[in-house]
């Protein structure tokens, strides 16, 4: 088979050399799936998913792992800066609001909640822009330039002269830590294998729980200016780390960059890996692509799309409604109440490792276990946390001194709420945002749930006190716990497993067509 062919698609694009020992299977696999493209709702979705999918050489391939693996860290920095982001207001805020001390002016309470809040803001602002970027100038270049708006929003935060900078500030460092919400997950989804892509999408949450818990362990010994300080040093290393990193080979494929495209898959799998049958299909699929080019509105209005859209945002909503935010407000009083003698900095430490041990506990089970395992498991565990959780406090309200012998009950809820949120429902949804969607509309519509998860947060995070005025702190509890057995309901009838399967297969499991699935399966299973 010639690559050479496909690739005269597109007007000047490099001609890739061709390395013998293709299969002709392969291309019957592209035949198959084309003609099964129509009957889950349009054919270039089938291609175009195709292009997404790294993964159908012959398994006499010797392919590395290990340069997967360091791609996908790599990518993850940007998450660690994120997470640093995302961590930052704990301990900041007794410093700034109680102490009165780390900027010259003053922060009340309530502008201190809008200066945590305005970075949710910022990362729903950016998702969908970030969206068509990433399609013009790609995964790699798009994150590298993420480093600037980074820089920027912590330079404003150390040196802010006034309320106004702190707001702003932090609605630039979301823009840019929304950004890699979006990207860091396409692109890991892009280099991966699809043996190991659960575990290396999950590598994500997990740097960004381990951003979190570093903030809260360096705030522990810092004051907030010097906290400012290291987390704004964190992107510049994300960067020239990156800089070293491979583009995805389907971006470049797309762009007619063949050469390129076959580096990037060497460096990815190895000089010793045959490249020749995923290159060509990567082609032949880029020239169905072209043949059939849609716009947003077609692509978005296939029924295909819309329950993959359907899908991700609803597992976005489950996420943030659980209680994830509540659960963790209310942390150090928690911890106060059981007379553990452990003070609030130890506290949100304690939450912080907890939170990374279960996320990476996720990255080691996902792709063993599945994807509707770990979140139905997850929902399930948080419900009963946060009833028990929702009871302690309406005892509490209602004479204290019924709950004095009970204070190991939240303790231990809160306990278990944590490793179970991040065992499922904190990296799954992101994870599976990367796999449901065809490759023609992933840049946008996972910008879309992106920008919904984001919204979520911050509606979360500025309706708490008004929920706890109107329902009492044990009914707020107790009404996240009846939304998060509403997701387990959602999660068992509507979101399919994607462990082990091809993007491709992926799409035709969203289209019904399990007969295809197993019959690409069989004959995978043919070749080894």
């Known amino acids: 088979m010639s690559t050479a062919s496909s690739s005269n698609s597109s007007a000047g694009a490099e001609e890739a050399p061709r390395k013998p020992g293709s299969s002709n299977e392969e291309s019957s696999h592209l035949l198959e799936a084309a003609e099964n493209g129509a009957k889950y709702g349009s054919r270039q979705a089938d291609q175009e998913n195709l292009l997404g999918n790294m993964v159908h050489a012959s398994t006499e391939n010797k392919s590395r792992k290990l340069p997967q693996y360091v791609a996908a860290l790599a990518a993850a920095g940007g998450a660690f800066a994120a997470g640093t982001v995302l961590g930052w207001t704990s301990p900041a805020q007794p410093e700034i609001v109680v102490n009165g001390e780390g900027y010259d002016f003053p922060v009340s309470a309530t502008q201190f909640s809008w200066v945590g809040s305005s970075m949710n803001l910022g990362a729903a602002f950016v998702c969908i822009p970030i969206g068509f970027l990433i399609s013009m100038i790609g995964r790699k270049l798009t994150m590298l330039l993420l480093v600037l708006p980074f820089l920027v929003g912590w330079a404003m935060l150390i040196w802010a002269p006034s309320v106004g900078f702190l707001y702003a500030s ?222 302690y406090f309406f005892l509490q309200d209602q004479d204290a001194s019924k709950v004095e012998t009970l204070g190991w009950l939240p303790v231990a809820s809160l306990c278990i709420f944590i490793l179970m949120f991040s065992i499922g429902y904190g990296p799954v949804p992101w994870l599976m945002m990367g796999e449901l969607f065809a490759t023609d509309i992933k840049g946008f519509a996972g910008s879309i749930a992106g920008t919904t998860n984001w919204l979520l947060a911050f509606v979360v995070t500025k309706t708490f006190d008004d929920l706890n005025s109107v329902l009492g702190n044990g009914g707020t509890f107790w009404l996240f716990a009846g939304l998060t057995v509403i997701g387990v309901f959602f999660v068992f009838f509507a979101v399919p497993e994607t462990k082990g399967k091809s993007l491709n297969e992926i799409q035709q499991e969203l289209a019904g067509n399990r007969t295809t699935i197993a019959t690409t399966q069989a004959m995978n299973g043919a070749e080894k």
């Not at 630039?172 to 290396?200: H, N, S, W």
């Not at 990193?245 to 190895?270: C, D, F, H, N």
């Not at 990374?356 to 946390?385: E, Q």
Request: glycine content about 10%; charged content about 15%.
């Open 170 to 391: 932090r609605f630039i460092l979301g823009l840019a830590g929304g950004a890699f919400c979006v990207t860091a997950p396409m692109y890991t989804g892009e280099i991966a294998q699809k043996d190991i892509r659960g575990t290396l999408g999950s590598f994500f949450q997990l740097m960004i729980t381990i951003g979190i818990l570093f903030v809260y362990a360096v705030g522990a010994g810092v004051n907030v200016f010097w906290l400012s300080v290291i987390c704004g040093i964190i992107p510049i290393v994300f960067g020239v780390i990156f800089f070293f990193m491979p583009e995805s080979p389907t971006y470049l494929v797309a762009k007619g960059r063949s050469e390129s495209a076959v580096k990037s898959i060497q460096w990815l799998r190895g000089k010793e890996y045959d490249y020749a049958p995923e290159l060509e299909e990567l082609h032949e699929t880029d020239r169905e692509i072209r043949e059939n080019k849609v716009n947003v509105l077609a692509a978005l209005n296939r029924p295909v799309t819309r329950k993959a859209l359907a899908i991700s945002l609803g597992l976005m909503f489950f996420q943030q409604l659980c209680g994830i935010n509540a659960v963790i407000f209310y942390s150090s009083k928690i911890f106060l109440d059981a007379n553990t003698g452990i003070g609030s900095e130890w506290a949100t430490i304690m939450i912080g490792i907890m939170q990374v041990v279960a996320t990476f506990v996720s990255t080691l089970v996902v792709d063993k276990l599945g994807r509707r395992i770990l979140l139905l498991a997850s929902g399930s565990v948080m419900a009963l946390s946060t009833t028990a959780i929702g009871v």
